[in-house]
């Protein structure tokens, strides 16, 4: 792309980002192929930086995906403990059958351990990533919901 088209799309960038970007954007442009996907694209990106400009130290934070924040041990660890529960009541009631008993037995306190167990995982994991990937943090304490509604739906329903 020859260096004055560079300069003017450049030019189309908000302030703060030319002055932080401006030259090493220039100088790529420049020495890329340039043509009509790398010209739409910066004027895209520009519009995008006017509308929804992404501050400096936001730009440097890597990309956290729903997999990413899903492997961490503070959302892994709930989700783990809710389905290790779920199949215990599961369990207890595929062996032992839908019965009512008068000592809950050692099923209901695991249960009961797990339940409460999950707590104070899934708030610091609220607590950290809520600031840092909203959409994704939603999405697993969204999972998280499912996985313990299952579980009371179960006990409500077998016991």
Known sequence: MNARLAHLLVRLYPRPWRERYGTEFQALLEDGPGGLRTLVNAIWSALGEHTLPARGREMDRPLLSFGAILKRPTAFLPLAMSL???M?????????GVVHETDEGAAAHIWQLLIAGQVPLVAFFAINWL????????LVLAMLAGATLANFAAVFFLT
């Open 84 to 86: 290790t529960a779920l």
């Open 88 to 96: 215990v009541v599961l369990g207890h009631a595929a062996v032992y």
């Open 131 to 138: 600031p840092q990937a909203t959409r994704q943090t939603l």
